[in-house]
């Protein structure tokens, strides 16, 4: 995920997000912009694909649970609620919550948070592609073992040993040997 696109503020209240964004700007943070209705966070959003949404949990025209089910795939929330609202957002979602009053180290830290989160959540899906890959030449791999071993009639061992002889002259990964063996005795 590119960090750099941004976050957008959308609470109710312009002032206090004026405010919000005052602070992730000192701290460096690039502020796409503010909204205080759902529709224009929906419209924004889309247009612009923030890393992060900082929100309120009343909006003019909608309330966060609203917005997240339109939003909720996209991108990552931080929500800033009253108390009472805290724990109900919480157990109906994913989103983190800060309370109201905003304090900038809570804020501050919650971004971060998140980020940190994010690029863990990256590394985790390159981790299972690589894996994916991985097992899919692995097949790839067993199958070109059993047609060697039926037509040629090497033992497992033998067969492996080609394909790796194979992938070693040629410069190139075992599973893509083993594609080449298919392609050319199907």
């Known amino acids: 995920m590119d960090f750099s696109r941004g976050i957008i503020i959308a609470l109710g209240n312009l002032e206090t997000a004026r405010k919000v964004e005052l602070i992730l700007k000192a701290e460096g943070h690039t502020v796409i912009g503010t909204c205080a209705s759902g529709n224009e966070l ?6 612009e694909y923030p890393s992060l949404i900082i929100v309120g949990y009343k909006l003019s025209d909608m309330t966060i649970m609203d917005v997240y089910d339109s939003l909720g795939e996209d991108c990552s929330f931080l929500a800033i609620v009253n108390e009472p609202y805290k724990s109900f957002v919480q157990e109906e979602t994913d989103i983190y919550c800060i309370s109201n009053p905003i304090s900038k180290p809570v804020l501050l830290n919650a971004v971060d948070l998140i980020f940190q989160s994010q690029r863990r959540i990256i590394k985790l899906r390159e981790k299972v592609e690589k894996l994916e890959h991985t097992i899919e030449d692995r097949k790839f791999i067993e199958k070109a073992k059993g047609m060697l071993m039926a037509s040629r ?18 410069g190139q990964k075992m599973g893509d040997v083993a594609k080449a063996i298919l392609n050319s005795e199907i």
């Open 42 to 47: 929906i419209r924004r959003t889309r247009l």
């Open 153 to 170: 009639g090497m033992s497992e061992s033998e067969a492996f040993r080609y394909i790796q002889k194979s992938s070693m002259d040629s």
